[in-house]
């Protein structure tokens, strides 16, 4: 049976890992000469258009071979490897350093637009005394040292795995591949650059050649090379992101910056008959901010309208909807520029959207769903029931924000865990990744992404209940007592049971659920917690399982909803009732059947007039959040 790339590759880096210091270089140059056939591939000295000269590289792929001199023109070298064969901070330090080297290197500049002239820079090590994740730190940290466009774009370390640069769109949680932009573009993508962790012992170097010959395709596209998924097969597609990178409007990367919500309103462009043909709004985005469009009305067709020159490339989300490039763009720019769209266009209206509150920034999940519409869309509405005053609705609006994040990351959360133990679980049953030769043998863990969740749940389930006593304290109603001791919590629910006895109840029952994840989260503060490993079992027929990982004494696959659900119940059920508690007479809550509830809005609450409806009175049960 003939070898295919992806089977070369993998072999090649076992084989490469295993014999460490010994002919690193040429072991490497080897293998990826051998299916980069198209490319010099070895070592040389890299010479720019104005006579300067890198210092000697063990590894670079190149379109031209060097001469006699050992000479590579800069203008032909697609990527450069810095290989170590054990790597520690110092060489770390080291290999950055000699990549922003390389980047600093003059290059003439392509006539095509859509051409590269961009080096990669690699660093591959065949194995490391830093684990992957303290690797990803230190890169963190050396990445503010060099500019923006001097950083490694991919470290591979063969024993254990890569960390590299992935991409996303807002609203939307996958990440695909990302290649460095190519020079000179005046287009700045509103995106979201993950640095990534992925664990493999078996196929870091196939993601390196990947990632080579997907830049090649557009570094040199004449020149014939293998297919990059060809080269990735059996690569594992779980990553853990590590930080996020975005660019400003004026192209630079840095740290993703948090931006506060935006003062514009939203407009509307209706036609004659008052019909929507395009809604625009703004979000401040770094040091800009982006426009985002929904509507037959094309955003590319507007933007001209703006009176300034704006790029008009624009790129789709997820949901249907179009976004902008950054632009040099604040909120007062952003009504400038609706003004001038609106003394430009004709048989069309443009107004101001009244403000509303609007899931779309942060939950890909609309009004059909439980959780958007009783969490996201129900508070708010209820809040102006219960509150006339100004400044208490903004802060009632600042720490519902605040919950409703953590809460969304949870839910997150929770996903990407069941999702990365399921997808482990079947690729240990199939012997993908698992067989016995006198032991088992596992080739990928998942002990420390699975760790990393556990410790994410658990710090933003705690976030959310500790951040939730500043909410009802809105209301008047003190909760802070469920988050201490035993002696404060009894003294506490004693007063409450005085002025609510079924408030009292409810929490008491909470308490049993929420006290183990108050432990659990000190023994993470106070590093009092040891992750376990991964345990694994052969059956009689000699096929290999992972056994399910336990949580807080219960299975995961159990747990985590279980946690889920009654962080939700918790937060939805608890509000409420404080809402229900301030309303004015002859004003109530009631609680909407499940069978009557409209399906495009899934609400449960609602205010009406005493009569009219029976009123909800808080009751705990153990019940789901969707089943509620």
């Not at 932009?181 to 078996?202: C, D, K």
């Not at 009406?608 to 029976?614: D, F, K, R």
Request: proline share 7%; hydrophobic share 45%; aromatic share 8%.
């Amino acid at each position: 049976m003939t070898a295919t790339i992806s089977d070369v590759l993998r072999d090649a880096g076992r084989d490469i890992a295993a014999h460490g210091a010994h002919d690193l270089a040429a072991r490497l140059n080897a293998v990826l000469g051998c299916v980069l056939s198209g490319f010099y591939v070895g070592p040389g000295v890299m010479i720019d258009v104005t006579g300067i000269r890198s210092a000697p590289l063990e590894c670079l792929i190149s379109t031209a071979r060097p001469d006699v001199g050992g000479l590579v023109p800069a203008d032909s070298v697609a990527c450069v490897a810095h290989l170590s064969t054990s790597l520690n901070r110092t060489l770390l330090a080291d290999a950055f350093a000699r990549i922003a080297d390389v980047r600093r290197l003059r290059k003439t500049p392509s006539a095509e637009d859509a051409r590269s002239t961009i080096t990669l820079g690699l660093i591959v090590a065949a194995d490391s005394t830093l684990e992957l994740d303290e690797i990803a730190t230190e890169m963190r940290s050396l990445n503010a040292s060099v500019g923006g466009g001097e950083r490694p774009d991919m470290l591979a370390v063969l024993t254990k795995g890569t960390v590299h640069y992935g991409v996303s769109l807002p609203g939307d949680d996958s990440v695909a591949g990302f290649l460095p932009p190519v020079q000179g573009t005046a287009v700045v993508p509103p995106i979201n650059v993950r640095q990534l962790l992925t664990e493999t012992a078996t196929h870091a170097l196939n993601k390196v050649c990947g990632f080579v010959i997907g830049h090649a395709a557009f570094y040199a596209p004449a020149v014939p090379r293998p297919d990059m998924r060809a080269a990735t097969v059996g690569s594992p597609e779980q990553s853990t992101i590590v930080w996020t990178y975005r660019f400003d409007a004026a192209g630079k990367m840095s740290d993703a910056a948090k931006t506060a919500d935006p003062i514009a309103p939203a407009y509307r462009i209706e036609d004659p008959k008052g019909e929507l043909l395009c809604r625009l709004r703004y979000q401040p985005w770094q040091d800009g901010g982006v426009v985002i469009a929904e509507g037959a009305l094309q955003l590319e067709g507007l933007l001209p309208l703006a009176g300034r020159t704006f790029p008009t490339m624009v790129f789709p989300l997820k949901n249907g909807h179009h976004i902008s490039c950054v632009l040099p763009l604040d909120d007062r720019g952003f009504i400038q520029m609706m003004g001038e769209i609106a003394r430009r266009i004709s048989g069309m209206t443009l107004r101001q959207e009244q403000p509303q509150f609007t899931v779309v920034p942060l939950l890909d999940e609309g009004t059909e769903s439980p959780f958007a519409a009783r969490l996201y869309m129900t508070p708010p509405m209820l809040r102006d029931q219960a509150f006339t005053d100004k400044t208490k609705i903004a802060r009632f609006d600042e720490l519902f924000q605040f919950v409703m994040n953590h809460l969304v990351d949870v839910r997150k959360t929770s996903k990407a865990m069941l999702e990365l133990w399921r997808t482990y679980a079947t690729r240990v049953a199939s012997g993908e990744i698992a067989r016995y030769t006198n032991h088992i043998q596992i080739d990928e863990s998942i002990d420390r992404p699975l760790n990393q969740h556990i410790k994410s749940l658990v710090i933003d389930a705690a976030r959310v209940s500790k951040q939730f006593q500043n909410l009802t304290s809105l209301f008047g109603v003190n909760i802070g007592f469920l988050f201490q001791r035993d002696n404060q919590f009894a003294k506490g629910l004693a007063m409450l049971e005085a002025t609510d006895p079924v408030l009292a109840r409810y929490i008491r029952e909470c308490r049993k659920w929420l006290e183990p994840l108050r432990l659990f989260r000190d023994e993470l503060e106070h590093d009092n917690y040891v992750p376990p490993r991964m345990m694994y079992d052969r059956a009689p027929d000699g096929s290999i399982g992972a056994r399910e990982p336990l949580f807080l004494g219960g299975r995961l696959t159990t747990t985590v909803p279980w946690i889920e659900n009654s962080l939700n119940r918790f937060v939805e059920e608890i509000l409420v009732w404080c809402v229900a508690r301030a309303v004015q007479p002859p004003m109530i809550v009631t609680e909407i059947p499940i069978a009557a509830r409209d399906p495009s809005r899934v609400e449960r609450f609602r205010v009406t007039l005493a009569g009219s409806a029976p009123a909800w009175e808080l009751s705990y049960s153990a019940a789901a959040f969707d089943e509620v």
